[in-house]
């Protein structure tokens, strides 16, 4: 679901593929003009199976602005440390989601 422009539209495959996923989000014809980052990108820094720690970085034009870490926990299926932009924190979900479900857990 994208809310890039605070309403909620199913993107097309393509869209999803070359904007969202692994494209960079600048190019999509519904990302406001006025905007804190092109992109974001996570990363798993550690699992020790029962917490996962998770690097994220947000970038504008193709240049880092700022990163955090975020931590989850996988018996709770809660973040221990969150971020406050809602959207980011979704996508961090879904991430993570999609880590779990490869690692078989």
């Not at 006025?34 to 240049?63: P, Y």
């Not at 809660?78 to 979900?93: F, G, M, P, V, Y």
């Amino acid at each position: 679901m994208c809310m890039a422009n605070g309403e909620q539209v199913t993107p097309a495959d393509h869209e999803l593929r070359e904007f969202c996923n692994l494209g960079y989000a600048r190019q999509c014809a519904r990302i406001p003009m006025k905007r804190s980052s092109d992109a974001v990108r996570f990363s798993i820094a550690k699992d020790n199976g029962n917490r996962i720690l998770l690097h994220f970085s947000l970038e504008r034009d193709h240049a880092p602005l700022t990163h955090g870490q975020l931590e989850y926990d996988c018996l709770s299926r809660a973040w221990l440390t969150s971020h406050s932009d809602i959207c980011i924190l979704r996508q961090a979900e879904c991430y993570v989601a999609g880590y779990m479900e490869r690692r078989g857990k």
